[in-house]
């Protein structure tokens, strides 16, 4: 299997918090995806970057907060997050990077 440049394009990040250890005690790893990315596309790249196989993907989209920053009004960029189930067996180490 090849890895395309555009898999990288798909998944930003790995997210590392509470929720998000809790979800890899399930089989379950959470990364920052881009916002136009589906479903198939983010399973695709998990699978050709990783070398695993994919049980289930589920997405959530938080929408961008207005903050204020020394006084100054500013906006939280919108973030997607897919929830990426595992298949038995595989296992991601997100710690180590791509």
Do not use: W
């Not at 198939?40 to 589920?58: G, R, S, T, W, Y």
Request: net charge positive.
């Amino acid at each position: 299997m090849s890895v395309k440049t555009e898999h990288y394009d798909v998944i930003r990040k790995p997210i590392i918090t509470e929720k998000a250890t809790m979800a890899s005690e399930n089989g379950a790893v959470v990364f920052e995806v881009a916002i136009d990315a589906n479903k198939p596309q983010i399973k695709d790249a998990v699978e050709n970057l990783f070398n695993v196989k994919v049980k289930a993907v589920n997405t959530t989209i938080t929408k961008g907060k207005q903050k204020r920053f020394r006084g100054i009004l500013g906006r939280r960029a919108t973030v997607k997050k897919a929830y990426v189930t595992l298949e038995e067996g595989n296992t991601i180490d997100v710690t180590t990077g791509l």
